[in-house]
């Protein structure tokens, strides 16, 4: 019995003991996982299962359906997990952004990271897009962990992020807004900061993002670990310098590759013209309204243009726009729905051209030339990821030729295809009329075809990118305008093609000669503002030559000081006009009508300069001084016929306000008469005035001298 008691004792005992702690356990894992990580050998990897790794970590990836390794994280995540800082580079659609946010959620995890710690690691993108879905990728993975992730890019409320951001441990952001919050955030610090990563290397630490990413690893510690990944990754050892980084490791896993692209990536291009070019894409988008296809353009400007005009034009499939300048709502709503379109047309320049994951992507047409093999490579890696099928269409034009060597030169394969002129649609006039009715719309277009040139201007490129080789006229009128705009940036004549700049000078003009019977003519083939021919009378042979001074091109010599009227007026008397002089007919001739001396004079010489017109052109000068004169004497003329009637209107006035004056005295005078006279005269005289007024009624009482006479002798 006293066994058995002894035994129950034992057991309730069991029962009773607390079990391990958390994070005893956890600790035990993090030993054990630590420990096989010298024992990784990345050729015998297939699964993630195959990678030490923390069991939050493979549950996060288990229920998201990530299973299986591709090249780049089998050769990254080893070697990230030791420690070791990386230059990684991969073909588009690779799987590189699990190559990098594995490795920071186990280091943090390795360091029992929490919130109190603050920042652990950096995540850094070149645009917003990419940082959204990075965010969207590590929630996912990351559910299962305890760490606090942000996403900190432009265009949000900036306190908002202020508030969090302080207990904020892992951050995924673009470089001006991170620079802003170290520059404005009071107390946020990174010298906690255990691993940095850039995605996108080359694009973050290229002439764009330089200064910023100075300033932004003046403020991290030296001791850390650094990430860097793209799809064509930096050698450049400035750009190392700048990170300082120790030792890293370079991992081009398809290197040794056949094709710089995709294998599965079909892709050709087509030739074709300028004026010919929005056209074409019409007609493309219009063949193909079962499939999601992006559509790439060099400006911000071109794709609002080639939005709005499309969407006029209804092809048939929804079109989207994304591009910079947008509002940060508008383009996270804009790449979330073309996400879930199963056919749409998404419009956007390069900000969609790097590391955003468009599933199910058919098409990536380039509708202008990249600027380099790189840009190629970014903008088409949008389609035929994860070993999918894909096809990719440049554009390109005639001048721009040296880019196929150069992408052949790159290991990418690229054929050329012909346009089927049967399926090609001309929407010049529909767009021609829709700028006539939409002022919006034609503005967009004078902006569109400007900033294009601008672009083509600016490329460093210029085997490729020849700004004088476009046909400006032609392309302003496939955008619907009437002309094409002023472009002040090239001071080109969009009208003749020529480049002044480059022009080399000539001691005689190009010249057209036509033969008369009487002159000859030399007129100059160009002109800046309008040909003017000047006479020449040979001496010696009476013959008359018409020579054509050499017209300079623009920004010639510096323009002539204008006359001021003083001098005007000067000259005029010294060619000793008559003005304002008038001459009288005789009754014979014209019944006196008056003429004046100097506008005869001026109809004299207007038929003169007409028959000289008819010879020997026009003389700009005379003609404006005879222009000037003649207005001169219209306002004068005018200012005196205003002044007469003013003159004549004031004294009408001034007679009418007399007569009414001396009206109201003559009764008043009348009135005081009357009553005087009535008190002092007799009866009888009374009654003989009574009498006499009634004899002559109907007629004037007497006129104002004898009633004046009358009143006096009644008083005397």
Request: aromatic share 6%; hydrophobic share 35%.
């Amino acid at each position: 019995m006293a066994d058995l008691k002894r035994h129950g004792k034992r057991e309730e005992k069991k029962r009773k003991r607390k079990p391990e702690p958390k994070w005893r356990q956890e600790a035990r894992q993090i030993e054990a996982t630590v420990a096989q990580y010298p024992q990784m050998a990345p050729e015998s990897m297939e699964k993630f299962t195959d990678i030490p790794l923390s069991s939050k970590t493979l549950q996060g990836l288990r229920k998201n359906g990530y299973s299986n390794l591709t090249d780049i994280q089998k050769a990254a995540i080893p070697s990230a997990l030791r420690g070791k800082d990386i230059l990684g580079a991969a073909k588009t659609g690779s799987g590189k952004t699990l190559a990098f946010l594995i490795p920071v959620l186990e280091l943090l995890w390795r360091e029992r990271w929490t919130q109190m710690d603050g920042l652990g690691a950096l995540i850094i993108s070149p645009t917003r897009e990419l940082a959204y879905q990075t965010f969207d990728v590590l929630y996912k993975i990351g559910g299962e962990h305890d760490f606090s992730a942000g996403l900190i890019i432009g265009g949000k409320d900036l306190g908002f992020e202020r508030a969090r951001i302080l207990k904020t441990n892992i951050i995924i952001c673009t470089p001006g807004r991170l620079l802003q919050h170290m520059d404005e955030t009071p107390n946020f610090e990174c010298q906690s900061l255990k691993i940095l990563v850039l995605d996108e290397a080359d694009r973050i630490l290229d002439l764009g993002f330089c200064e910023t990413m100075r300033s932004i690893v003046e403020n991290l510690p030296s001791e850390r670990q650094t990430l860097l990944f793209s799809a064509t990754q930096t050698k450049s050892v400035k750009d190392l310098a700048l990170l300082s980084l120790s030792e890293p490791e370079y991992l081009s896993v398809h290197e040794e590759s056949e094709t710089s692209t995709p294998q599965r990536l079909q892709q050709s291009y087509v030739v074709c013209k300028l004026e010919e070019k929005i056209s074409t894409l019409f007609s493309f988008i219009k063949t193909h309204l079962l499939v999601k296809s992006i559509i790439f353009l060099s400006s911000c400007k071109q794709v609002r243009f080639t939005y709005e005009a499309f969407r006029r034009l209804r092809p048939g499939v929804p079109l989207m726009c994304l591009y910079g300048r947008q509002n940060q709502v508008k383009r996270v709503a804009v790449y979330k729905d073309f996400c879930q379109k199963k056919a749409a047309v998404l419009l956007c320049t390069d900000i969609a051209a790097r590391g955003l994951d468009f599933p199910s992507v058919h098409w990536v047409v380039q509708l202008d030339c990249p600027e380099d093999t790189n840009t190629y490579i970014h903008r088409v890696g949008r389609t035929a990821r994860y070993e999918k099928d894909g096809h990719a269409l440049l554009f390109i034009l005639p001048s721009e030729m040296e880019m196929i060597k150069e992408l052949v030169e790159k290991k990418i394969p690229i054929e050329e295809i012909k346009i089927d002129p049967k399926k090609l649609v001309s929407i010049q006039g529909k767009l021609e009329a829709f700028c006539a009715q939409d002022t919006e719309l034609k503005q967009l277009a004078q902006k569109s075809f400007i900033r294009y040139l601008r672009s083509v201007h600016l490329q460093s490129n210029k085997k490729v990118f020849d700004v004088r080789k476009l046909p400006t006229s032609e392309y302003a009128l496939s955008l619907g305008l009437s002309q094409a705009p002023r472009i002040r940036f090239l001071k080109k004549d969009t009208t003749s093609g020529k480049n002044w700049d480059k022009e080399e000078p000539t001691d005689t003009p190009e010249t057209v000669t036509l033969e008369s019977s009487k002159t000859r003519f030399r007129m100059a083939s160009f002109d800046d503002d309008i040909l003017t021919v000047k006479r020449v009378i040979l001496a010696g042979t009476g013959s008359m030559e018409e020579e054509a001074t050499p017209l300079a091109p623009p920004n010639p010599e510096p323009k002539t000081k204008t006359k001021s009227k003083a001098k005007l007026v000067r000259s005029l008397l010294n060619k000793k006009l008559k003005v304002n002089t008038h001459v009288k007919f005789n009754d014979d001739e014209d019944d006196g009508n008056e003429i004046s001396h100097e506008l005869r004079d001026s109809s004299d010489d207007d038929e003169q300069s007409e028959r000289k017109e008819e010879g020997d052109g026009i003389n700009i000068e005379e003609a404006k001084m005879k222009l000037r004169a003649q207005d001169k004497l219209d306002r004068r003329n005018e200012r005196k016929r205003v002044r007469e009637a003013h003159r004549k209107k004031k004294l009408k006035n001034k007679e009418k306000t007399r007569n009414e004056g001396e009206k109201e005295e003559r009764i008043m005078t009348l009135c005081t008469n009357e009553e005087s006279e009535n008190e002092s005269e007799p009866e009888e005289c009374k009654r003989q005035r009574i009498d006499s007024s009634d004899e002559s009624d109907g007629d004037n009482i007497c006129d104002d001298e004898e009633l004046a006479l009358h009143l006096l002798h009644h008083k005397k």
